[in-house]
């Protein structure tokens, strides 16, 4: 039997990061195409996520990335924030974009190099504390493309101190989440390649070091639930980067590539407590609208994570249990299955309209004919892309 009160709770708290950098202009590496309406100003970017909250109700908080926003004041940025309905959320630290980093940042056997990078990781917790931030997002592009080109263990021991050292510096309140990828833009060697890297190094740290699960960042075929339910056990998993692929890191929208496994990823959170009240894991999207609008993309992105949390909480686990305990293999498929091919759609449209929302939050953003006025009002000036 289904708690109908208890799902309709769980999805009331379900709050989705937006990322700053989704509302900018972003490519491959073979071109940026640029978009109208596209935000100037780490302002107008936080405009366009107070859109996003203001139409799904469920995106609260912005990640912002530094130097990408670097503004003078992130206390008047945080109040500008406020104002908006928003809070600023995950500080995420840049130290993959300057030529010094070129053979890797904490990692770099110039220690010169490394000292510089490190300067930028506390600089990001000075960050956080005027914002208010409780997460410090570490993704490291660290690595070798050649047999021979450093050392794999020194370039370990390179890390593991830099860590212990933002680590040490953050406050009571704050946490440091780790993020891995297998590869890029290192191509032989990785510093951070998996989960069980960065597992292990906040071990090492302390229960404020937290492991983040980027979606895209695994090889093909890789079985994400595992490594979330593992984790949830360890009590390290802080973060979640939603986005999805077909093929590498593609950062295509959350739930548009494979449904299915979000459904299967969003189970293994709530079996992991990750859905009830209290749970501090950050969801959060970290993907970029090449070629599709981008405030739309956004909210479609959230619903689509909350369709894959809505089915995981209709899962009826007793009947799983019950079907797994007594070995009932096709039973216990089934009632996976049940879930995944329930319609939730009239539940969440439901939900928003008792919260004072439109139900269908795409239409209801095209039809406010704001896409057109920001295209009209935001003219000249640059607009906001990757780079610094
Ligand atoms: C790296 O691929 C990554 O997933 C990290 O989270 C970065 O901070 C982010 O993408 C934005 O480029
Ligand atoms: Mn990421």
Redesign the pocket.
């Known amino acids: 039997m289904t708690d109908h009160a208890a799902v309709q709770a769980a999805l009331e708290r379900l709050a989705v990061e937006t990322?700053s950098?989704a509302y900018g202009n972003s490519g491959t590496r073979f071109k940026v195409f640029a978009q109208p309406g596209v935000p100037r100003t780490v302002r107008e970017k936080l405009d366009d996520a107070a859109t996003v909250h203001a139409l799904t109700g469920a995106a609260p908080t912005v990640a912002l990335?530094i130097p990408w926003d670097r503004v003078d004041d992130y206390g008047a940025l945080a109040k500008y924030a406020e104002e908006r309905g928003l809070r600023l959320g995950t500080i995420?630290a840049?130290v993959f974009q300057d030529d010094d980093y070129k053979l890797g940042s904490v990692t770099n056997p110039d220690p010169e190099v490394r000292r510089k990078a490190l300067a930028h990781l506390l600089d990001c917790v000075d960050i956080m504390d005027a914002t208010g931030s409780r997460d410090l997002?570490l993704?490291f592009?660290d690595g070798t493309n050649y047999p021979g080109q450093d050392d794999i263990r020194a370039r370990q021991d390179r890390l593991a101190e830099a860590l212990r050292t933002v680590y040490d510096r953050l406050g009571d309140h704050q946490r440091m989440v780790l993020?891995y990828?297998l590869f890029?833009p290192a191509f032989y060697t990785t510093d951070v390649p998996d989960w069980g890297t960065s597992y292990a190094h906040c071990l090492q740290l302390g229960d404020r070091a937290q492991v983040c699960v980027?979606t895209?960042?695994h090889a093909p075929g890789t079985n994400i639930e595992f490594i979330v339910a593992f984790l949830l056990r360890a009590r390290r998993l802080g973060a979640f980067?939603f986005n999805s692929r077909f093929y590498a890191?593609d950062?295509l929208m959350a739930g548009a590539a494979d449904p299915f496994q979000l459904f299967r990823i969003l189970y293994e959170v709530r079996r992991g407590g990750g859905l009830d009240a209290g749970s501090r894991i950050a969801f959060m999207l970290?993907q970029c609208h090449n070629v599709e609008s981008k405030v739309p993309a956004v909210v479609r992105s959230v619903m689509n994570v909350q369709e894959a949390a809505a089915k995981a909480l209709l899962v009826d686990r007793n009947a799983l249990a019950a079907a797994q305990a007594s070995g009932d293999v096709l039973e216990a498929n089934a009632v996976l299955m049940d879930a995944y091919n329930t319609d939730v759609r009239p539940l969440l449209a439901a939900l928003r309209a008792e919260q004072g929302l439109d139900p269908d939050p795409v239409a209801a953003h095209r039809a406010s004919g704001r896409q057109e006025r920001v295209a009209a009002e935001r003219v000249g000036g640059e607009q906001a892309g990757?780079g610094v």
Do not use: I
């Open positions: 990322p950098w990335h995420n840049n997002k993704w592009a993020e990828k890029e980027d895209g960042h980067d890191d950062d970290d990757w």
